[in-house]
């Protein structure tokens, strides 16, 4: 469990802002791979999502975490990760934690109706949804926000490519972001977070994907340890700016740039205030194969990682992270 030292000061790092909408491309190039290199944590601005239309996605959040357990319980998450998921159904920190995270929330995939013939690839399949009669107008609302952060993933996914010197478009194929996983999560956490204890609302972890587009409410939480390696661990708050993403690179990116991109360790604590928050995990393909990127290798920098499926990845990490199903279907 952590040694953790009050500390009445709060830490709060500085983090590069890319604004989508400036025409300085070699500049929103270079502030973005100085970021990849430094800390893969980043904020990006003037994405194009408007703000009141965030602010009724946060709503339409905060109706569903509202409903009566029982409600929630009718669109539990399915073997699809889709659904609703229990607070402590999650645990990203097994090692310092003592149960699972303090939050519940609900994945949102790609709907692909079942006579679509990929329909059966474990990330993809229809999505449970709130009934319409309880919830009017949810289920537009998240369809609509899913697709919005598609696209400005997609534009960051650019920027991305060329600070990897890469083809602009490298990311944009089929078997890459053409026909992606692409998953959203609404989230609510509440309680006190505890480290000395090993309470979380989210224990420490690295994202699994590729890219994730975090928005969050006003309410501090979120924050991030640059050196993984450092013994203890210093964590520094991550502010939240209006009308920003957060934007943070898994591990999967890590493991395609050979490790020249970070993924960084981030967790959340929970001052007693609700707090609602929506990452946007971002990957390729199921059938993509993660394998070192062409101007990541060298003769004298070879291949660090073994290829592997995306699907494969994310399935075993999803698995190491979420409770068994079955304890939710257990006659009592
Ligand atoms: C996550 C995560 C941070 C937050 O869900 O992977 O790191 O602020 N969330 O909710
Ligand atoms: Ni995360």
């Not at 399915?78 to 149960?99: A, F, I, M, S």
């Not at 075993?316 to 279907?329: F, G, N, P, V």
Request: with cysteine.
């Amino acid at each position: 469990m952590e040694n953790h030292t009050k500390d009445s000061t709060m830490k709060v790092s500085s983090l590069n802002c890319i604004d989508l909408a400036n025409d300085d491309l070699h500049l929103s190039v270079v502030s973005l791979k100085q970021a990849c290199l430094d800390c893969g944590f980043f904020y990006v601005i003037n994405h194009g999502i408007n703000e009141e239309f965030m602010e009724d996605v946060f709503e339409q959040s905060k109706k569903f975490f509202a409903l009566p357990l029982e409600e929630k319980m009718k669109v539990l998450r399915n073997e699809k990760h889709r659904g609703y998921t229990p607070v402590l159904d999650e645990k990203l920190d097994p090692k310092n934690q003592v149960n699972g995270d303090h939050k519940e929330g609900y994945y949102i995939g790609i709907e692909v109706p079942k006579d679509d013939p990929h329909w059966d690839k474990p990330f993809y399949g229809p999505n449970p949804w709130p009934d319409a009669d309880v919830l009017p107008g949810w289920r537009e609302t998240m369809e609509k926000y899913h697709q919005e952060a598609l696209r400005v993933s997609k534009a960051i996914a650019r920027l991305l490519a060329l600070a990897l010197d890469l083809d602009v478009e490298y990311f944009d194929r089929t078997e890459m972001l053409g026909k992606p996983i692409a998953t959203m999560r609404l989230l609510r956490y509440q309680g006190i977070s505890d480290p000395s204890k090993g309470i979380y609302a989210c224990g420490a972890h690295s994202d699994f994907g590729m890219m994730t587009l975090l928005a969050t409410d006003g309410v501090m939480g979120l924050q991030i340890c640059k050196d993984k390696n450092a013994t203890p661990h210093k964590w520094v708050y991550v502010p939240p700016i209006k009308g920003a993403f957060i934007v943070n690179l898994g591990d999967m990116l890590e493991r395609w740039s050979n490790g020249f991109f970070k993924s960084t360790l981030h967790r959340v604590l929970g001052n007693g205030q609700e707090r609602y928050s929506i990452p946007f995990f971002v990957e390729p393909n199921h059938d993509c194969l993660v394998e070192c990127l062409p101007t990541c290798k060298s003769e004298s920098e070879l291949p660090k990682y073994p290829p592997i499926k995306c699907s494969i990845y994310l399935a075993q990490r999803y698995k190491d992270t979420h409770a068994e199903l079955s304890i939710y279907h257990q006659e009592t």
